[in-house]
């Protein structure tokens, strides 16, 4: 069974910083995107940026310049920098990974709350 398990979120002070961690564990062949993202009270969820296997990366519009990500393989994880926080930055933050389990599939972490403080 595949877990994706997710840490670092919390409560942060406008302009502070925060480091999400997520790490996929089980039986797990291979992992091609990961990425995270976000959802707001009554909104879907939305992609803050994502990042290939090979290393390319993309990101929301709202967080470019502000947030990066990035992975190590070696460890399954996915890592998201965030900086210059906002209180619009506040949300509830998931982790994403597309990998292979037996057969390829679309895996999401429990979800950590981020709320930025005005």
């Known amino acids: 069974q595949v877990q994706l398990v997710e840490s670092g979120g919390g409560l942060v002070q406008a302009g502070g910083s925060l480091r999400l961690s997520c790490a996929a564990s089980?039986?797990?062949?291979?992992?091609?995107?990961m990425g995270w993202y976000r959802q707001f009270p009554g909104k879907q969820r939305e992609l803050v940026a994502g990042?290939?296997?090979?290393?390319?990366?993309n990101y929301a519009d709202s967080v470019k310049g502000r947030f990066t990500i990035s992975r190590d393989n070696a460890k399954n994880t996915v890592y998201l920098q965030m900086n210059s926080l906002k209180p619009d930055d506040t949300a509830v933050y998931y982790c994403?990974?597309?990998?292979?389990?037996?057969?390829?599939?679309?895996?999401w972490g429990q979800g950590t709350q981020v709320t930025v403080s005005s």
């Open positions: 994403n990974a597309v990998l292979a389990s037996g057969a390829w599939g679309n895996y």
């Open positions: 089980g039986r797990i062949f291979s992992i091609d995107a």
């Open positions: 990042v290939t296997s090979g290393g390319s990366t």
